[in-house]
C-alpha cells in the first residue's frame, strides 16, 4: 500500500520538488504554457472528479459508471486546451484575467519507484476576471512527480475541488 | 393551490413587442418582474425535477428546487415518486442538506422532527412535550406538490393543481423529445454525478441561448472550434435545410444533416455507434426525425431546461435572483449503449460542455455581462433586438410547431417569450392561447403515429 512507512525523500528532492510547484504556478500565472507543458511527463494524468454532497451515512451503492470527472486529460488534450488559449479567439480571456496561484501545505512523500514522489498541496487560486469579478478557488492536489535527468516532471495530478457549487462560470485555468 | 402576489403589474406586455422583434431589457434584471416571474411561471408550470435513473430503489432521493423553492424527490416503496417540500413545517429549517443518496427517513436538524420519504411525519425528539390535540401529525407532513408527471424518463413537478396534464403542457414538442428519449429501444439514463456552478446572469439568458442561438457558436465558439478542429473554424450554416420549431415556449433548432453535434462532441466511437443504429432509428422515429438528430442542434424545455441532442448535455437553469442563476449539468444517454461508448458519450460532454469544457467555458461571462451592465439606469431602459430572420416563418407538412426556415433566427426566442407574456399575463391555463395550435392531441406515444409524419 502507497501509505506504507518509507523513508523520507533527501532533502534535495523536497527542495527541488516544492521549487517546482512553484515554478509551475509562477509560469501559468505568467501565461508561459509552454514553459509548463515542458514541466509534465508525456504520460501525465490530469484529473478532477466529480463530487456530490452525501449523508455520512449514505446508505446507496456508488455509481456504476463513477461520479463523472471533470478533466481527464492527458498530454494531448492539455496541449489542445493550451493551442485554445493561444488562439487569439478566445475573448473572455482579453484582455488578459488577473490569475494569481499560492501554493501551501507542500508534503512531499517517498514512493515505491525510487525516482518518484508523491506530493500533496493545496492551491488558492484567485481571478479577477475582465469584468472586474474576482472569484476565489481552492483545491487540494495529489501529485506524482517524477525525476528525468535533471528535473523533476509531473506524471500524475489528482484535483480535488473545495466546491459543491462552483463559484465561477467555467474553470478556464490550469490547476 | 393557487399562490398570488398582491399587487403585481397588470401588464408586462410592454416590456416587448415580439412582431417588432425587441425586448425591454428589465426583464432581465428588475427585482419585482423576477419576483413575479417565481409566482407567474415557476409556482404554476411544469418543472423538470429528476430524470428516474437518478433514483432507481425505494429510498433514493435527490434535493434540488422549483423555481427557488427547495425540494426533496424520493423514490417510493411502490416504486411510485414523490416531490416535497424541503422544509420542516415546525420552524422552517432545511430537512435535507444531501444532494442525493438513499434513507428511510429525513430529520430535521432543528428539534428532531422525522418524516419517511413520503414526506410523512412520524415523529420527534422528546414527542412527550406534545400533550393531546396540540399536533395532528397528519397535517404535519413535509408539503407535497400538486402533480408529478413522467415523460419516458424525465420527471417533472407543478405546484399547481390546475395545471394541465404533463402530455398537454408538452404538447407538439413530444414529437422532437422522442428524438433524445426515444431513439432507441431501452429509453435514457442519467450518468455520473451533477455538476453544479453559480453564473452571475439572468435565467433567461442560458434557456434563450439553448433554444434558438445557434447564431452565436461560430463566433463565441471560434477557439473552442479551432482548437479541436485543426485550426479550421466551424463550417457555414446550410440556412435552406435548417429549422427553428417553437411549441408553447418549448423549441428546438436544428439541422438535418445528422453529424454536426456529433462532430462537436470530437469521440469518433460515439459517432460509429449512432451510424450503426440510425437505419433503426429511422425505423423508430422516421427517416427525417433520424436525420435531425445528431445534426448541429439544440433545445429548451419551457421554462427552464435545455439540452443538445448529440452531444448529450442536459442542463436546469435554476433562477437565484434577476441577476444570478444555478447551472446544473448532467450528461444523458441511451440505456442500451454499452458501458464503454457511455463513458466516451461522458469524456466527450466533459471535454466540450462540461465547465473545464472547450465550448462551455466561452458562454459563461457573456451571459453574465448581458446581465449585469443592466445595473445602470439608463442602459436597462434600452432595447433588444430580437428581429432576426422574422420573415422566414413557414409551413412545414413534417415538422410540428412554429416553424422557421434557417437555423440562424430569432424565432424560438421570440417563441419563449411570448410563453414568458402569456403566463405572465394570463391567470388560467384555459385562456393562455395555443401557440400553435398542437397537431399531435393528448395522445401518449408520439413515435407510432400512424403516418401522419412520415417522409
Not at chain 2, 432543528?110 to 406534545?130: I, Q, S, V
Request: charge should be negative; proline fraction near 5%; aromatic fraction near 10%.
Amino acid at each position: 500500500m502507497l501509505d506504507r512507512p518509507l523513508a523520507p525523500p533527501p532533502v534535495e528532492v523536497i527542495v527541488a520538488v516544492t521549487q517546482a510547484l512553484h515554478r509551475e504556478a509562477r509560469l501559468l500565472d505568467n501565461e508561459d504554457l509552454d514553459g509548463w507543458l515542458a514541466m509534465l511527463g508525456k504520460d501525465v494524468s490530469y484529473r478532477l472528479e466529480l463530487k456530490s454532497r452525501r449523508f455520512r451515512a449514505d446508505r446507496s451503492p456508488p455509481l456504476p459508471l463513477g461520479p463523472g470527472v471533470i478533466f481527464n486529460e492527458d498530454l494531448g488534450r492539455l496541449k489542445m486546451r493550451v493551442d485554445r488559449l493561444k488562439s487569439g479567439f478566445v475573448w473572455a480571456e482579453d484582455p488578459p484575467n488577473y490569475i494569481r496561484r499560492a501554493v501551501s501545505n507542500v508534503e512531499v512523500l517517498a514512493n515505491q519507484a525510487d525516482n518518484e514522489v508523491r506530493v500533496h498541496s493545496v492551491l488558492v487560486m484567485h481571478r479577477n476576471r475582465i469584468d472586474g469579478t474576482t472569484r476565489l478557488l481552492t483545491a487540494g492536489r495529489t501529485d506524482r512527480w517524477r525525476s528525468e535527468g535533471s528535473c523533476w516532471l509531473l506524471a500524475s495530478r489528482d484535483i480535488v475541488l473545495d466546491h459543491s457549487v462552483m463559484p465561477d462560470s467555467n474553470l478556464n485555468a490550469f490547476f | 393551490m393557487r399562490i398570488e402576489r398582491i399587487g403585481r403589474e397588470p401588464d408586462y406586455s410592454r416590456y416587448m413587442d415580439l412582431k417588432e422583434g425587441w425586448l425591454d431589457r428589465r426583464i432581465f434584471s428588475d427585482a419585482d418582474i423576477y419576483e413575479e416571474e417565481l409566482y407567474r411561471i415557476f409556482a404554476r408550470s411544469w418543472l423538470f425535477v429528476a430524470h428516474e435513473s437518478q433514483i432507481p430503489s425505494s429510498g433514493d432521493f435527490l434535493t434540488t428546487h422549483m423555481g427557488e423553492d427547495a425540494v426533496i424527490v424520493a423514490r417510493q416503496p411502490d416504486g411510485s415518486i414523490r416531490v416535497m417540500l424541503n422544509s420542516c413545517p415546525h420552524r422552517g429549517n432545511k430537512v435535507c442538506f444531501a444532494d442525493a443518496g438513499n434513507t428511510r427517513r429525513f430529520v430535521c436538524n432543528y428539534h428532531g422532527w422525522a418524516f419517511d420519504t413520503a414526506g410523512d411525519l412520524k415523529g420527534m425528539h422528546e414527542e412527550y412535550c406534545y400533550d393531546a390535540g396540540d399536533i395532528d401529525f397528519k397535517n404535519h407532513g413535509l408539503k407535497n406538490v400538486a402533480k408529478v408527471g413522467n415523460y419516458k424518463g424525465l420527471v417533472f413537478a407543478t405546484f399547481n393543481s390546475d395545471a394541465p396534464s404533463l402530455e398537454a403542457w408538452l404538447g407538439d414538442f413530444r414529437w422532437y423529445l422522442d428524438m433524445i428519449l426515444d431513439n432507441e429501444e431501452g429509453g435514457t439514463e442519467f450518468i455520473g454525478g451533477c455538476i453544479k456552478s453559480v453564473i452571475s446572469a439572468n435565467w433567461k439568458f442560458g434557456v434563450e441561448n439553448f433554444i434558438g442561438d445557434a447564431y452565436h457558436a461560430g463566433w463565441t465558439h471560434d477557439s473552442g472550434a479551432r482548437s479541436m478542429n485543426n485550426g479550421q473554424p466551424f463550417p457555414p450554416i446550410d440556412m435552406q435545410n435548417s429549422y427553428h420549431a417553437s411549441m408553447n415556449g418549448h423549441g428546438w433548432e436544428f439541422g438535418t444533416e445528422g453529424v454536426g453535434d456529433l462532430v462537436l462532441l470530437g469521440r469518433p466511437k460515439v459517432m460509429d455507434y449512432y451510424n450503426k443504429i440510425r437505419p433503426k432509428m429511422a425505423e423508430r422515429l422516421g427517416e427525417m426525425r433520424s436525420k435531425i438528430f445528431g445534426s448541429v442542434a439544440s433545445a429548451s424545455i419551457f421554462p427552464n431546461v435545455s439540452f443538445l441532442p448529440g452531444i448529450s448535455t442536459f442542463r436546469q437553469w435554476q433562477p437565484k435572483g434577476p441577476m444570478q442563476f444555478e447551472l446544473k449539468t448532467w450528461v444523458i444517454v441511451n440505456k442500451a449503449m454499452p458501458d464503454d461508448i457511455k463513458e466516451e458519450v461522458t469524456k466527450g460532454v466533459m471535454q466540450t460542455f462540461g465547465p473545464g469544457g472547450t465550448f462551455e467555458m466561452d458562454d459563461g461571462e457573456n451571459w453574465e455581462n448581458c446581465t449585469t451592465v443592466n445595473r445602470g439606469v439608463v442602459t436597462r431602459h434600452e432595447r433588444l433586438h430580437y428581429r432576426c430572420g422574422i420573415g422566414r416563418e413557414i409551413e412545414h407538412d413534417t415538422l410540428p410547431g412554429i416553424v422557421y426556415r434557417g437555423q440562424y433566427n430569432d424565432a424560438n426566442q421570440r417563441g419563449f417569450y411570448q410563453r414568458w407574456l402569456d403566463m405572465m399575463t394570463h391567470d388560467e391555463f384555459g385562456k393562455m392561447p395555443a401557440r400553435p395550435e398542437p397537431r399531435l392531441g393528448n395522445v401518449a406515444e408520439t413515435r407510432d403515429l400512424p403516418g401522419l409524419f412520415a417522409l
